[in-house]
C-alpha cells in the first residue's frame, strides 16, 4: 500500500526464462515519463489485487520512460507471483508505489564482487549495466538451478563481451556443476577495497555474510527478497504511545500489536507492502524512543543511530515514542 500511488500502464510482458517473466510499465499517459530515474539496486512496489502488494527490483537504470521488473514464480507464493504469472494482462492498469534504493552500488568502488542466486539476478543484472557503463571492474558469480531457469543470461553474456575485459562471469548451474557453489573460496582474494553485492535465497545469503564476516562492513551490501520469520519486536507488557508529529495525533499499541497495524487501526495511512522488515516501503523517521529495530534493511549501524524505523516489524521498548509522521 503507498500514500502516493502512481499508475502505471502494463506496456509488456516478456518470457525472460522458464517460470520467469518480465513486466514492462510505462506511464498511463503516452509520450510521458515518470518522476524517477531508475538506479541500480532500486526497486518498486506493485500494488496487485485485494491489497495484494509486493517489491520488485528493476532491471533497467538510467530509464525513465518506463519501468521493467522480472518476477519468479514462487511455488509457495502467497500471491504475488502467481497473481503476475496467471492473471496480469497487457493492456491492464496498475498503481504502483516507489522507487526506492536500500541496495544501492557504490560507483566509486575500485573493483566489485556481484553474487545472483536465482532471481536475485535482477537488482544485480541492474548493477552490471550500471558498471559496464562506468567502465568499472566487475566479477559476477551467477548461481541457478539451470541455465533454462536463469534469467538474463544472453543479455549478460553480451555485456561482458562488450566490456572490454571489465566484466567477468563464473556461471554456476546446479545441473552442470552439481555442487554448490564454494563461496569462501569464490569471494576471497578479492584486492583491498573491493565491495561485494548478494541478493539471492536465505540459504546464499546466510553463507555470504559468513564469507564476508571479516570485511569492512561497509563494502558488504545484500538483499534480502524474502525472510525468514522474525522475532516479535519486544514492547512494554503496558504496550507503548506513539506521538506522530506531523499528523498532530498520538496513537496507543498493545502489547503484541504491530506499531503498522495500529496506526493503521487509528485510520491513518502508512505505506507499506512486505511486512517482513525486507522491502523498506514503511520507513519512518524517528525524532526519539528506544526503538526495537528488527528488520533486515537497516545496517547495525543504522539501527544504532536510530534515526529511522520499519513499522512493520520494529517496536518500542520504552513507554512512549516520538515519529516524524
Ligand atoms: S513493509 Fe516492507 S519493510 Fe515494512
Not at 506493485?46 to 518476477?71: C, I, M, Q
Not at 552442470?176 to 578479492?190: M, S, Y
Not at 571479516?214 to 522475532?231: C, K, M, N, S, Y
Not at 512493520?312 to 520504552?318: A, I, K, L, Q, Y
Request: hydrophobic share 40%; net charge neutral; glycine share 10%.
Amino acid at each position: 500500500m503507498s500514500s502516493n500511488p502512481l499508475k502505471a500502464l502494463v506496456y509488456q510482458l516478456r518470457h525472460e526464462a522458464a517460470g520467469i517473466v518480465s513486466v514492462e510499465l510505462r506511464p498511463v499517459a503516452p509520450a510521458t515519463e515518470f518522476a524517477q530515474t531508475v538506479e541500480a539496486g532500486a526497486h518498486i512496489d506493485l500494488h496487485l489485487a485485494d491489497g495484494l502488494s509486493r517489491s520488485y527490483s528493476l532491471t533497467n537504470p538510467g530509464e525513465r520512460h518506463r519501468y521493467v521488473v522480472a518476477v519468479t514464480l514462487d511455488r509457495a507464493s502467497r500471491g504475488g507471483s502467481r497473481y503476475v504469472h496467471g492473471q496480469l494482462r497487457v493492456g491492464q492498469t496498475l498503481s504502483i508505489g516507489g522507487p526506492r534504493n536500500h541496495f544501492a552500488l557504490d560507483e566509486a568502488a575500485p573493483r566489485s564482487v556481484l553474487l545472483a542466486g536465482g532471481i536475485g539476478i535482477t537488482p544485480i543484472y541492474a548493477m552490471l549495466q550500471r558498471l559496464v557503463a562506468l567502465g568499472r571492474p566487475a566479477h559476477l558469480i551467477y548461481c541457478a538451478a539451470s541455465r533454462e531457469t536463469a534469467a538474463f543470461v544472453p543479455q549478460i553474456q553480451a555485456l561482458s563481451a562488450h566490456s572490454g575485459g571489465q566484466l567477468s562471469v563464473d556461471w554456476h548451474f546446479k545441473s552442470e556443476r552439481g555442487v554448490r557453489p564454494a563461496l569462501d573460496a569464490l569471494l576471497g582474494g578479492q584486492p583491498e577495497g573491493t565491495h561485494f553485492y548478494c541478493c539471492g535465497p536465505l540459504s546464499m545469503l546466510d553463507d555470504y555474510e559468513r564469507a564476508c564476516a571479516q570485511r569492512d562492513p561497509a563494502h558488504v551490501h545484500l538483499e534480502r527478497f524474502g525472510a525468514a520469520p522474525l522475532p516479535p519486536a519486544q514492547t512494554p507488557e503496558t504496550g507503548y504511545c506513539v506521538e506522530l508529529r506531523k499528523s498532530g495525533k498520538t496513537v496507543r499499541v498493545e502489547p503484541g500489536v504491530a506499531l503498522l497495524d495500529a496506526l493503521i487501526d487509528a485510520g491513518m495511512n502508512p505505506d507499506y507492502s512486505c511486512r517482513e522488515g525486507v522491502c523498506g516501503a514503511c520507513e519512518v523517521k524517528v525524532i526519539s524512543g528506544d526503538v526495537d529495530h528488527r528488520d533486515l534493511i537497516l545496517t547495525k549501524q543504522e539501527q544504532a543511530a536510530n534515526r529511522s524505523m520499519m513499522i512493520c516489524v520494529s517496536g518500542c521498548r520504552s513507554g512512549n515514542l516520538v515519529l516524524d509522521f
